[in-house]
């Protein structure tokens, strides 16, 4: 659901997937994902184990450092791959690119 999600904005922002700056990182960020997956099950585990509360919370808070981690590599790769080129490009794609950054930053704090 999430990747037809990220799909269907992509076709919105006119963008291909070979453009995306992460692609070079993908494995890095592929590996993340997959510990954070790993964590997610955990914390499912520990609750069928009705494990001790402040333990399950501790772990929460690991998952949530993970997804903040991944989240900011995100911003980083799309403000130095996809704004500056957008930026090069200059109009209203760099303006485009600028409101989307602001907008995603915004998320990312209130979250």
Do not use: P
Not at 16 to 38: C, P, T
Not at 49 to 63: N, R
């Amino acid at each position: 659901m999430i990747e037809e999600h990220d799909s269907q904005l992509s076709h919105q922002h006119g963008e291909s997937h070979a453009g995306h700056g992460y692609l070079g990182n993908k494995d890095e960020y592929q590996r993340r994902l997959k510990r954070i997956e790993g964590q997610a099950r955990g914390l499912q585990r520990m609750v069928d184990e009705e494990k001790y509360c402040i333990d399950i919370l501790t772990q929460v808070s690991a998952m949530t450092k993970a997804l903040e981690a991944f989240a900011l590599a995100m911003l980083d790769e799309h403000l130095s791959h996809c704004v500056v080129r957008a930026a090069q490009a200059g109009g209203e794609e760099a303006e485009s690119k600028i409101r989307e950054a602001s907008a995603a930053i915004a998320r990312l704090v209130r979250s």
